[in-house]
């Protein structure tokens, strides 16, 4: 374990947009305000609310316009939106332009077959649509995150060149990102493999925030956690209570639970700024609401208690 | 990450003994020998059994005899049972001698309170009744392990000094262990602390092989092995299908899968010798045979395929 882990990460929590778009049921705008206001309460930084897109084909994030109007802004929250497309842009843009909203995720693919497959576009169509949507999103004052799903694999093209998504990500920035995500979209990643990509990684995008979203889809989530940080990474995101995350296949678990995230940032002296147990709260409401068990191990192990003498979890 | 990973792992199976041992359901002993059969045929080279405890407290492993009776010895293969007591190592004997077993497994807690809960009692009685019962062990011509029960942690007396832990591993070794298993029994180990305690272990052991045994408690498991492993650590113990491990709570995940450990693994390029296929139908096998949907993320989610173009796992 080198000496060098970083002191302190950020986290971006995405569970209000990721999580409550894959559940079947659509979770009332009320309970999704409640979760918002647990999860800032919490501590969290960075939150995807929402996505302004189709509601006949996401009719569990139609309520996009209601969340943002009823949500007042935090200091030093960054509330953000998935803007999949121009008209999503405009949607958002009043959000932005009256502080309701500070940032925009955008995403595309690093394969044509699984950009295709989301989108129906190329990658190259993605990138010359994404300049100018990124551009506009500058405009209306929105920080902006640029997302590239299957960073370290894809289920249709197998292996992916680093090399490829950094070209994929130096154009983004050359957009206007300030951020660039990276997804393990399916769960293929592995930890030498996470920490081989980001060696480079720093190198070849030197003046941009690098940020690692992992999925725990074989149980390997926070290894890849542990093999970024090694690197220097300090910026993740994740999803309360193992939300969402685009289980495949179905059944598989998705995003990394961010309660587990922060236990074990926490328990090795990284900090997070959240504070667990309230954290916990937050997923046990969810899956209160839910009425399912949720994947998080944190919702039933609880918090590491090393001043226990009594037994008291047991 | 270092370029030092060990190139090679040994991996324990315990799911024979301690997962079918926390079923609620006697599992038949004709589908013990199954299981234990496919465990061996997908590579694995190291299977804890079953163990000699009294039938009245433990019934699922009332058959003990049973099993070692009908399985045949297979070259390459060390098969090995939990001894807890003189009265186990009386019962185990026969089946050293007549080559049917290879190692003896022995345990005690890191801490007073948790040997006492356990076992009823002080480390320094256990440390008394092991080094006759170790030298016997021996003598009947097994190979002998130590493992340490809550040597990340302990949920009654909190923090464990590793020095605490080396000391009594060093008394097992000087009884006669070739190998000390140290236990995260209740998932409070973090990857820093992990990567801290074998740095040391190795100066503190120099002859003697280390084996790490990682619950899942928290989600962290595979993390810990990947500090282990940092840190040259070539020998896990885990349980397919996620079976077992003392859950605590009720409800928590227990051990590290051997199909996630597996796969993270030989996705890193560390071989384990075991065919992750034929693993995770011994794993499907058991779930079917318990008719409850077990904690594996393999079992869902399937070996990574990098050769897939055409999606068929989606």
Not at 114 to 123: A, E, L, Y
Not at 133 to 160: M, Q
Request: overall charge negative; glycine content about 12%.
């Amino acid at each position: 374990m080198p000496q060098s882990l970083p002191d302190s990460v950020r986290i971006r929590e995405v569970g209000p947009r990721d999580g409550f778009q894959n559940e079947p049921e659509v979770i009332p705008t009320a309970e999704k305000l409640r979760l918002i206001g647990m999860l800032a309460d919490s501590g969290l930084r960075r939150i995807e609310l929402t996505s302004f897109v189709r509601p006949d084909v996401i009719p569990q994030l139609a309520d996009a316009s209601e969340v943002l109007d009823a949500l007042e802004p935090r200091d030093g929250v960054a509330y953000s939106v998935l803007i999949p497309n121009r008209k999503g842009l405009e949607n958002a843009t009043p959000y932005a332009e009256s502080g309701r909203i500070q940032e925009g995720n955008f995403f595309l693919s690093a394969t044509d077959t699984h950009n295709r497959k989301n989108v129906n576009r190329t990658v190259e169509e993605s990138l010359a649509d994404l300049e100018g949507t990124i551009g506009a999103a500058r405009e209306a004052g929105l920080r902006c995150e640029g997302v590239i799903s299957v960073s370290f694999g894809c289920p249709y093209e197998g292996r992916v060149e680093p090399s490829r998504v950094f070209e994929i990500a130096a154009r983004l920035v050359g957009f206007g990102c300030e951020e660039i995500g990276f997804g393990d979209t399916t769960g293929m990643a592995n930890p030498r493999q996470v920490g081989e990509f980001f060696a480079e990684a720093r190198g070849a995008l030197p003046s941009v925030e690098l940020t690692a979203h992992f999925h725990n889809t074989r149980g390997q989530g926070l290894a890849n956690v542990l093999a970024a940080l090694e690197q220097g990474v300090d910026s993740f995101e994740s999803s309360f209570g193992e939300l969402g995350g685009c289980p495949v296949p179905p059944g598989a678990t998705g995003n990394i639970a961010t309660e587990d995230l922060v236990s074990m940032l926490e328990e090795m002296g990284v900090s997070t700024g959240v504070e667990l147990e309230a954290l916990v709260a937050a997923s046990a409401e969810a899956q209160g609401a839910l009425g399912r068990a949720l994947g998080s191990h944190l919702l039933t192990a609880g918090p590491v208690d090393w001043s226990n003498r009594a037994g008291s979890r047991l």
